[in-house]
């Protein structure tokens, strides 16, 4: 790859680096120059450009960084469609991030141009939280450091997601005489909340004497219960394999795996087990609700991670959590993860049609309605659909055929395309991060397009409003930021979106499409007889 300075007239072709304004706008750094736009630049009065050429060697950006993702991608992730050379991986599920350290440094080392950033390994994710991202930092990754990083991957996942267990515990308390009652029901509300906030319940509580064979008893008991894990929390804290919890385990024919961990606060934990099932004897600093190292342990267990006592002595590093004075309170304020936004399609569908002469939504494509179609693509790719309907509204729904769509009709469609947005858009939840708003009559978009919009997404980063572009030429759908959608709500008449474009230049990110499916619609019969005609059966 070359880098530097272009003369205009030899930039034909060249990833921009630095946006360059022009007489009617701006091209915006990724952008790759067209014959058309160096004549746009020229006549601005531009000489030069900072720019980047490709070598033959090279691997564009996007595909490096989609091929990384998808690589590295294992159970309980998804990996999100690339844009400017980054593709995330978000938690399809709640539960524990695995992550392969020493392949991750492998990879990291290989080359400057290609980075794989994570979650700490075992760290609890929500469902939809990133995980990782793949970030390429030039235009492009030379082949040979992409195949050295395919060689390291090999066909193992470097990062995935352990969902949690609806697994159902027993947690025994034991009490001496001096033990308040307090504290009784203090034990036993701090681990369901710890059992809760991890997918599992608490199937059985019991309050036995702080005795070795009253425990025992009691292990046996939620073991017969089928109870797992078993949780034991003593009116006394564990200070050596002989104390009454560490016998009770042996006694009830268990085994005592590890005592103590090096992870303060946690450091009085025992782990053993009863047949398959792990008995856990829980420190006093649980009753807190801060984090300690039976936390790290307990996520283990509820994800079916399989924990030894080597490591439980590995997790020193890191392991000092108890509040210092350097540090006095880094649980508090925690920043929220990142997570993948909440997007929903609202497919306007309540057009007049006024130029076919009869519905062009409903006309038969490749053998089922054209609005099939467009719903069918906006489904595999958001995460709620809505159709907005006007005209033949009924007809419209019983076209669609699809019970994962939502619908929403404008009595009033005949006033123009505004009303219709307008309904979609306040018909949305609270929870919505941006719309893609989708024209009926455009069959050939595919969910591909819709990923990428996504992928585009970022209000923090000024792209909160997503174009797809073919040859310089913007096209639908067009996803729009939630902060957008008071402005939409706003239009009335015939005017669309688009009118707000130039108020909102500085948030408009243009995203490359490989092919002019964005531009292609059924506005006219003979747009559709085109389309019948042409490569509608491929799509």
């Not at 720019?51 to 590295?72: F, H, M, N, S, Y």
């Not at 947690?171 to 701090?190: D, F, N």
């Not at 006024?354 to 467009?374: H, V």
Request: aromatic letters at 4%; one cysteine or more; a neutral charge.
């Amino acid at each position: 790859m070359t880098f530097g300075e272009l003369p205009l007239d030899e930039a034909e072709g060249a990833i921009l680096a630095h946006s360059v304004k022009h007489q009617g706008g701006m091209f915006k750094k990724g952008r790759v120059l067209t014959a058309e736009d160096i004549a746009v630049l020229g006549a601005a009065g531009v000489k030069a450009v900072y720019a980047a050429k490709l070598a033959r060697d090279d691997v564009p950006e996007d595909e490096a960084a989609a091929a990384v993702a998808g690589a590295i991608a294992g159970g309980g992730t998804r990996a999100q469609a690339p844009f400017t050379g980054r593709a995330n991986l978000h938690a399809s599920c709640h539960g524990l991030a695995l992550v392969d350290v020493a392949r991750v440094r492998a990879l990291n080392r290989l080359h400057e141009s290609l980075t794989l950033a994570t979650v700490a390994p075992y760290a609890v994710v929500e469902e939809r939280e990133m995980v990782a991202t793949v970030k390429v930092i030039p235009f492009a990754v030379p082949r040979p450091v992409l195949e050295q990083a395919r060689a390291i991957i090999g066909g193992k996942p470097l990062v995935s997601v352990a969902a949690f267990r609806a697994k159902g515990a027993g947690l025994i308390i034991t009490r001496l005489p001096q033990t308040k009652a307090s504290i009784i029901a203090k034990s036993e509300e701090a681990m369901r909340e710890r059992l809760g906030a991890l997918g599992g319940t608490l199937t059985a509580v019991r309050v036995v004497a702080h005795a070795a064979a009253d425990v025992a008893a009691a292990i046996a008991e939620a073991s017969a219960l089928g109870c797992d894990p078993i949780l034991v929390f003593g009116a006394s804290a564990i200070v050596d394999r002989g104390d009454v919890i560490p016998q009770a385990v042996v006694r009830a024919g268990g085994r005592v795996l590890h005592l103590g961990m090096p992870v303060d606060p946690g450091n009085l934990m025992m782990f053993g087990a009863l047949g398959p099932v792990p008995v856990i004897g829980v420190p006093s600093c649980a009753r807190s609700p801060k984090l300690n190292g039976f936390d790290w342990v307990l996520a283990r267990v509820m994800a079916d991670v399989p924990v030894t006592p080597e490591d439980i002595m590995d997790m020193g590093a890191g392991g000092l959590l108890a509040e210092i004075p350097t540090r006095p309170s880094p649980r508090e304020g925690k920043p929220k993860p990142q997570r993948a936004p909440r997007v929903a399609a609202v497919v306007l569908a309540a057009g007049q049609s006024s130029r076919m002469g009869e519905n062009k939504l409903l006309a038969d494509l490749g053998g089922q309605p054209m609005i099939r179609r467009t719903v069918e693509t906006m489904r595999q790719a958001a995460d709620m659909t809505l159709v907005v309907t006007g005209r033949d509204a009924s007809a419209i729904e019983a076209a669609v055929r699809d019970p994962g769509a939502g619908f929403v009709h404008n009595p009033r469609y005949a006033e123009g395309l505004a009303g219709s947005l307008r309904e979609g858009i306040a018909a949305l939840p609270a929870d919505v991060d941006a719309a893609v708003v989708a024209l009926g009559d455009m069959p050939l978009v595919g969910p591909d397009v819709v990923r990428r919009l996504i992928a585009a997404f970022n209000p923090a980063e000024h792209r909160s409003i997503c174009v797809p572009v073919v040859g310089g030429e913007r096209g639908n759908p067009v996803l729009w930021g939630r902060q957008h959608f008071q402005a939409l709500q706003a239009l009335s008449g015939d005017r669309g979106a688009r009118t707000l474009f130039d108020s909102l230049a500085e948030e408009v990110v243009e995203v490359a499409m490989p092919d002019d499916a964005v531009l292609t619609d059924a506005d006219t019969p003979e747009a559709l007889a085109r389309l019948k005609a042409g490569r509608l059966t491929e799509s």
